[in-house]
Nanobody, 127 residues
Framework: QVQLVESGGGLVQAGGSLRLSCADSGRTFSALHMGWFRQAPGKEREFVAAILRSGGGTEHADFVKGRFTISRDNAKNTVYLQMNSLKPDDTAVYYC????????????????????WGQGTQVTVSA
């Protein structure tokens, strides 16, 4: 069973940094592609970043490239999102998600491809 728990959110000033973590209590973490998504008030949930089950490939949304970095540690069943140079527009609830497909050679940016979701962690960036 996949159970995802995010942590690391909080309030930060513009230009600051945060590191989000998402831990999976199950035993299949290394078989899962992992992703980060976010949802701001009144907006749809959107893709932020994703990483292959092996950690060998990543994808980042254009609006975070150069600022955010996704990584994972399969020995710790944890995926991370390092967020630097934060902007007020980055304010949102951030969710980690797991894609269990064994037939997908690349990470997906589609919400529907992710079967398991965490409860989310709030990130607030003040101006």
């Amino acid at each position: 069973q996949v159970q995802l728990v995010e942590s690391g959110g909080g309030l930060v000033q513009a230009g600051g940094s945060l590191r989000l973590s998402c831990a999976d209590s199950g035993r299949t973490f290394s078989a899962l592609h992992m992703g980060w998504f976010r949802q701001a008030p009144g907006k749809e949930r959107e893709f932020v970043a994703a990483i292959l089950r092996s950690g060998g490939g990543t994808e980042h949304a254009d609006f975070v490239k150069g600022r955010f970095t996704i990584s994972r540690d399969n020995a710790k069943n944890t995926v991370y999102l390092q967020m630097n140079s934060l902007k007020p527009d980055d304010t949102a609830v951030y969710y980690c998600a797991a894609d269990p497909s064994i037939f997908r050679p690349r990470v997906s940016v589609r919400l529907d491809d992710y079967r398991y979701w965490g409860q989310g962690t709030q990130v607030t960036v003040s101006a």
